[in-house]
């Protein structure tokens, strides 16, 4: 029997001083929860969001506005224990976007002018981002700005008219200067390191494209606190919907997640912050060691399973997790590669971390595909594994369970799995990662070196390290010729 736990929407006053880019499934079920359980605990109510699209999902911003903006999170401590919340807290919706789906009828720059006046207004405090992390036009690798980029080049031709992120922020930071307005606080929420010094890189850059004093101006008085936020929450599944509709929740803008949720913040929000540690939110100083801690240790061990499983034909996580050797694999990864790498604050304990992990892993209640996690690695690997590598390497560490990960995201790349069963490759650098396969074909050693040498991933002392080039040689050439059984068991003995 099924322990089902309901909650209530607050009511909100229709006050806003939040706006969000990225309306995403994690932004449903992560901020938008915390602001509603500070709403309800506080009954404070003037912190209510506005929560934009700007490039795809033209359809939720629109079924959000039919259901007044009233949705619900599934949260799942496993399949007996379920809390649904219904969420109140966002109070409008806007879609400004650009893609293949959207552009041919009509929606391109569709509510753009009320997205600035929404940034612009002087209501507006805090501006919060789940973009992913392609959404900042930054080389992964060396953090320089894309200029380049087609989005980009748009933004710096037309910097009225923004289509990207740090566009839209350049254009309402450059009319709330006009205006003798402080700006708000911009808070980046996705997985990236030094996420606010990041989203600072790329929106200095690119205002310095059109005037350097307002470039000045934004990284004196704008402040872009980091912060860590840790909650699973795969795309929706029909079958998710499904369950719900058992439970008798028929929303169509629901969102699944998992019970466990985190969020660490650097406290520097000069207009204001909703004063939300009672709810769970964890102000600090300096969040960088539990960012690191996080991206090393979680999601590089999700970026180890998503490759080699999907390479073995393993649907989800918790699949994949029901495997003891990948299980002894992570331990290994987290343990022996990631660990030794994070300076804690004292008292953390990286073993009970890494168990906690393996356990929410498992928890079959989701079904977070492994084709979801896999997507975007070349945005994703360098702080998921090769900073990470690289230190290991500069103590003379064993990084054999990196190396293996980067073989299997190598031969992900060329489309098929082990078997030959052809999967989408969801990447900026998709194209390229192919024009080097059709290039080096079976010559493991040179397709390797010329993956190694895409500096947009690869930091270039990393590709330059024989231990490393080696290892992932020795990876690859043992997961192609004896599958993923041979590769962990031939990690299991070295
Ligand atoms: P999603 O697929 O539901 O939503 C992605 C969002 O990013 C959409 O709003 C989409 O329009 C936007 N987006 C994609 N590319 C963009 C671009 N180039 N420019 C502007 N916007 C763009 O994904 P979800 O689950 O909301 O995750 C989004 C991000 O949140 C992740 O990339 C990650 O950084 C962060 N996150 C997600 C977690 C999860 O478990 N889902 C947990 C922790 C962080
Ligand atoms: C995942 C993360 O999609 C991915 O790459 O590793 O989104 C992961 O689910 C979250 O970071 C958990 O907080």
Redesign the pocket.
């Given at each position: 029997m099924q322990n089902v736990t309901r909650l209530p929407a607050s009511a909100g006053s229709g006050q806003i001083r939040i706006v969000h880019?990225?309306?995403?499934?994690?932004?449903r079920a992560?901020q938008a929860v915390y602001l509603e359980r500070y709403r309800q605990r506080s009954g404070d109510d003037a912190w209510g969001v506005s929560s934009a699209?700007?490039?795809?999902?033209v359809a939720l911003v629109d079924a959000l506005r039919e259901a007044g903006h009233r949705y619900h999170v599934a949260e799942y401590a496993d399949s007996e224990h379920v809390t649904i919340r219904e969420i109140g807290v966002i109070e409008e919706t806007h879609f400004t976007?650009r893609d293949k789906s959207t552009d041919g009828d009509g929606q391109w720059g569709r509510d753009r002018e009320a997205l600035l006046s929404r940034l612009a207004s002087p209501e507006t405090c805090l501006v919060t981002l789940?973009?992913?992390?392609?959404?900042y036009f930054l080389s992964p690798a060396s953090g320089e700005l894309l200029v380049d980029d087609p989005?980009i080049a748009a933004d710096i031709a037309s910097p009225e008219t923004p289509c990207?992120?740090p566009g839209l922020l350049v254009e309402a930071l450059r009319q709330r200067r006009g205006a003798e307005l402080a700006p708000f606080t911009v808070l980046s929420?996705?997985?990236?390191p030094d996420n606010g010094k990041r989203t600072r890189d790329a929106v200095v850059q690119l205002a310095a494209r059109r005037d350097t004093e307002l470039a000045a101006w934004i990284e004196r008085e704008v402040a872009f606190p980091c912060s860590m936020?840790?909650?699973?929450?795969?795309?929706m599944t029909e079958e998710d919907f499904a369950r719900l509709a058992e439970l008798g929740i028929e929303d169509p803008n629901a969102v699944v997640?998992e019970a466990f949720s985190q969020w660490v913040v650097e406290d520097d929000f000069p207009l204001g912050r909703p004063a939300w540690e009672a709810d769970g939110v964890e102000m600090v100083a300096d969040v960088a060691p539990f960012e690191t801690m996080k991206l090393r240790m979680l999601n590089g061990s999700h970026s180890l399973l998503a490759y080699l499983g999907a390479l073995d034909g393993i649907e989800t996580v918790a699949e994949a997790v029901g495997r003891d050797d990948l299980v002894a694999l992570l331990r290994r990864y987290m343990l022996d590669e990631a660990a030794p790498t994070l300076a804690m604050p004292e008292g953390t304990d990286l073993t009970a971390y890494a168990e906690q992990l393996l356990a929410r892993f498992a928890n079959d209640s989701l079904r977070h595909r492994l084709q979801q996690i896999a997507m975007d690695g070349s945005q994703k690997l360098p702080q998921r594994w090769l900073h990470g590598a690289q230190a290991r390497l500069a103590v003379d560490g064993d990084v054999a369970c990196t190396a293996l990960g980067v073989a299997a995201w190598i031969r992900y790349t060329a489309g098929n799995d082990l078997a030959g069963q052809p999967h989408a490759v969801d990447d900026p650098l998709a194209g390229r990662l192919a024009d080097l396969h059709a290039r080096h074909g079976d010559d493991v050693a040179s397709l390797v070196r010329a993956f190694l040498a895409v500096e947009d991933v690869f930091p270039p002392a990393l590709a330059a390290e024989p231990r490393f080039t080696e290892a992932v040689v020795d990876a690859y050439t043992t997961l192609t010729k004896q599958g993923l059984d041979g590769a962990l068991a031939a990690l299991g003995r070295a």
């Open positions: 880019l990225g309306l995403g499934a994690f932004h992560h699209n700007l490039r795809t999902n976007g789940t973009v992913t992390e392609k959404g989005m990207t992120a929420c996705d997985n990236m936020v840790d909650r699973i929450v795969p795309a997640g």
